[in-house]
């Protein structure tokens, strides 16, 4: 299994992330949002961000379950800071799940990027 970013844009991961459920949903795929890492760190007090070193940093990392034609879903990372983010699907060598990543590599790089 490995995980490494294939798409980047220049969007803070909020609107990255709205972006990517209306691309992957107009190709017939289906987005399943299961972390967030805004929400994780709700309840904590004194968390302040390991990179910037402030709570009021924009670091965000979303997970998206994505369900397809496969007998599975497949898993799409989001990581977003200063205003960047960066998109990973999680491969497997599964032959099902590569067909499913394929389709959703197409569906994020084949769209016109937000703002354009």
Known sequence: MSISPFLSIQQPCNKALQWAKAQLS???????????????????????????????????????????????????????????????IVDDTDQETNAATAAIRNSLQESPLIGE
């Open 26 to 88: 107009q190709t017939g795929l289906r987005p399943v949002q299961t972390f967030d890492l805004h929400a994780a760190r709700a309840g904590l007090h004194d968390c302040s961000c390991p990179n910037h070193g402030t709570d009021e940093c924009d670091c965000q990392m979303v997970v998206l379950l994505v369900y397809g034609n496969t007998k599975g879903p497949s898993t799409l990372i989001l990581h977003g800071s200063d205003g960047q983010t960066w998109f990973s």
